[in-house]
């Protein structure tokens, strides 16, 4: 992918999260002069046990950018290196003296390697907040509260807003958007994408079948958007927090690769969001919610990760030390029907929504006692979506509360009433979740009684947490439950429970 027709006088890097024409180093990009180059990394597609379905995604969609480039007329270089910083060295004996530009990387990493090599950076407008203004908003608050962050940005953005009010009379609509799954529910079925040459070259590279639920392209992911404005944006919100096996993405927007990578931009879809809106449509309920999940959660995350440094992701402060459990590669090493299903659905298409993501891989590593960085590491290689920046403060801060509360005031700690109200899992399972004691008891009702009792000099003094800790005073049978939770642990260890 070369032409060395014209005298050059810099070099691009284009990050494999930064495919976008319009943002980034590419904002700036000069067809005559400029050599644009994307590093395909050993580090990125071998380093780790990633998912196959995740690496397809990354490397195709990368490759049909670059030759979307290269068929508009600018001269790209796509090399394959070790590391991206040995593909650079490759690039620069190519073409001697050039200076390198590239926009902000989107880890600590990768901007220390690349500030290291020489590399000036742009800034990162992949966002809608910028990192200084959200350090500022972050450096005046006693706690930082993703409701205070996200209500300023409705404000700043002017988005949902009629005047200085909120749009409906209310900043969110959570109590509207916690329904539980009807029953037999199919929904529109979602989009499917056809594979092209470039896919099926990658594909065969990678030794893998891929599904036809990812888009590689620009094109399809704007087919994807349109998909989710048509025919799932109206009922997003009531059911967004359901498990169900009768649909696996219910109404998700299943838009967050495309986000993550480059190929969308939030303001895009923020703008078809609020259109469909604006007819009268979509209910305030599914538009709050989705609006809050881009401009509230993934703003905020994003300046979080920033904010509170490169060792934040080593945060241990409830001291887990348990391995990773074997039923998160292998969901045959579990009789627990929601956590099967979960881990065979990621394993089939790299993705669950949020909720499965929290409320039952988190929680579950987080009740018995999982190293945060074991869990941290599997989550970053299993899902499409799992940039550095979302997964250190989504896990360490908010799943596993190892950050002893700097993210999160309490802990998102669960029985199995909540998965039994929440999803249609429980009822075929071999585990009740009635009951903390016995063998047919539900792990999490067990394990959740058991963290509470294990922290509860911890959380003691945390006001959102007074009501379960004064709960356990009230277990007759905590003994016998602390018991029975050892078993489990021992059992889900071994793969037998």
């Known amino acids: 992918m070369n032409s060395d027709a014209a005298p050059h006088t810099r070099i691009i890097y284009v990050a494999h999260d930064h495919l976008n024409r319009d943002r980034g180093a590419l904002r700036t990009a000069n067809m005559a002069t400029d050599v644009i180059v994307l590093v395909e990394s050993a580090r990125m597609t071998a380093g780790r046990n990633w998912h196959k379905e995740r690496l397809f995604f990354l490397i195709s969609s990368a490759r049909h950018f670059a030759a979307s480039l290269e068929a508009e007329g600018f001269t790209v270089e796509y090399v394959k290196a070790a590391t991206t910083i040995d593909g650079l060295n490759t690039i620069t004996k190519k073409h001697k003296k050039l ?21 000036s950076f742009l800034e990162n407008d992949f966002f809608l907040t910028p990192r200084p203004l959200f350090n500022q908003w972050a450096s005046e608050q006693k706690s930082y509260l993703m409701e205070n962050f996200y209500r300023k940005q409705r404000t700043r953005l002017n988005i949902l807003m009629e005047g200085k009010d909120p749009v409906g009379g209310a900043w969110n609509f959570d109590k509207e958007n916690r329904l539980p799954p009807p029953k037999k529910y199919e929904g529109p079925a979602y989009l499917e994408h056809k594979r092209d040459e470039i896919d099926l070259s990658v594909a065969k590279e990678l030794n893998h079948t891929p599904t036809t639920t990812w888009a590689t392209t620009r094109k399809g992911a ?8 048509d025919n799932h944006f109206a009922d997003f919100g009531p059911l967004e927090d359901a498990m169900t096996t009768d649909n696996w993405a219910l109404h998700h927007s299943l838009l967050s690769p495309y986000l993550n990578n480059g190929l ?32 509230g959660w993934r703003e905020y995350v994003n300046g979080m990760y920033w904010f509170l440094g490169p060792d934040y992701r080593n945060n241990n402060q409830l001291k887990a030390t348990v391995k990773l459990l074997p039923l998160f590669t292998d969901p045959n090493k579990t009789q627990m029907n929601c956590m099967k299903q979960t881990v065979t659905d990621i394993n089939n298409r790299a993705w669950v929504h949020h909720i499965p993501r929290l409320m039952l891989l988190s929680n579950l590593a987080l009740v018995t006692g999982t190293n945060p960085q074991a869990f941290l590491d599997w989550m970053r290689e299993v899902f499409i979506d799992a940039t550095e920046w979302v ?93 029975r939770a050892q078993e489990v642990i021992a059992g889900l260890q071994k793969g037998k429970i």
């Open 264 to 295: 969308l931009h939030p303001t895009e879809v923020i703008h078809a969001a609020m259109k469909a809106f604006n007819t009268g449509a979509i209910p305030i309920e599914s538009a709050e919610g989705f609006i809050r999940q881009l401009i």
């Open 222 to 229: 704007l087919a994807q958007l349109v998909n989710f404005i």
């Open 391 to 483: 997964m250190v403060p989504n896990v360490i801060g908010m799943g596993v509360h190892a950050d002893g509360g700097a993210m999160m005031t309490k802990p998102y700690a669960a029985g199995g009433a909540y998965i039994s109200r929440m999803s249609n899992y429980c009822k075929p399972c071999v585990y009740d979740p009635k009951l903390r004691t016995g063998e047919t008891a539900c792990p999490f009702t067990t394990l959740y009684w058991d963290f509470l009792d294990r922290h509860k000099e911890t959380f003691a003094k945390n006001h959102r947490m007074s009501q379960q800790i004064f709960g356990l005073k009230r277990l007759s049978d905590l003994p016998e439950l602390k018991e």
């Open 99 to 119: 200076p390198i530009s590239c926009a902000e990387p989107s880890s600590f990493r990768q901007f220390e390697a690349l500030e290291k090599y020489g590399v």
